[in-house]
T-cell receptor, first 112, second 115 residues
Framework: GNSVTQMEGPVTLSEEAFLTINCTYT??????LFWYVQYPGEGLQLLLK?????DKGSNKGFEATYRKETTSFHLEKGSVQVSDSAVYFC???????????FGKGTSLLVTP | DTAVSQTPKYLVTQMGNDKSIKCEQN?????MYWYKQDSKKFLKIMFS???????INETVPNRFSPKSPDKAHLNLHINSLELGDSAVYFC??????????????FGPGTRLLVL
């Protein structure tokens, strides 16, 4: 079956540090890949997505590249801000019902 | 305008009670979902509806019954609540016409606490 594995948190960084959150997946077909972000007390919102191999999703300085050969979709940002503190979820979706299959989430805390 | 709304935002109730959570989307989407987020933040799909028809029904106890009166609404009714039902329940919607590529839009969540 499909599954998503992402690095355990919490991750604590100083402002302007480089961020990488690792995500790998297993899937039977050709899934679409997503990063969603959950700010404290809120619902999830899409951060970025990629729908085929070698696509790069990007938004708000974050980016991730769909790597089929390594089944990965690692999230990166060159310089994090305090406002980036949130929980980040890697997810995949295949055609069966379109539901998102989430990783366990990685909590990020950015300190001034 | 809120795209996906849920009511109530907080729900505290006793074991054994029956409760409902309502979800409405004003995006004109055809597909709606319910997800459960446990205390460790893990999110899991419960149900998915497309055009009022059930598409996904994961291994959820039959005490949980989704109801979709129209495309814009997907309510979740829970009978005989148990302690383990305490979680945050998220409703979401997506366009429903372009498959797995679609962005899902989430509601703010309903925090259910069963005492």
């Amino acid at each position: 079956g499909n599954s998503v594995t992402q690095m355990e948190g919490p991750v604590t960084l100083s402002e302007e540090a480089f961020l990488t959150i690792n995500c790998t997946y297993t899937a039977t077909g050709y899934p679409s890949l997503f990063w969603y972000v959950q700010y404290p007390g809120e619902g999830l919102q899409l951060l970025l997505k990629a729908t085929k191999a070698d696509d790069k999703g990007s938004n708000k300085g974050f980016e991730a590249t769909y790597r089929k050969e390594t089944t990965s979709f690692h999230l990166e940002k060159g310089s994090v801000q305090v406002s980036d503190s949130a929980v980040y979820f890697c997810a995949l979706s295949e055609n069966s019902g379109y539901a998102l299959n989430f990783g366990k989430g990685t909590s990020l805390l950015v300190t001034p | 305008d809120t795209a996906v709304s849920q009511t109530p935002k907080y729900l505290v109730t006793q074991m054994g009670n029956d409760k409902s959570i309502k979800c409405e989307q004003n995006l004109g989407h055809d597909t709606m979902y319910w997800y459960k987020q446990d205390s460790k933040k893990f999110l899991k799909i419960m149900f998915s509806y497309n055009n009022k028809e059930l598409i996904i029904n994961e291994t959820v106890p039959n005490r949980f019954s989704p109801k979709s009166p129209d495309k814009a609404h997907l309510n979740l009714h829970i009978n005989s609540l148990e302690l383990g039902d305490s979680a945050v329940y998220f409703c979401a919607s997506s366009q429903g016409s372009t498959g797995s590529q679609e962005t899902q839009y989430f509601g703010p969540g309903t925090r259910l606490l069963v005492l």
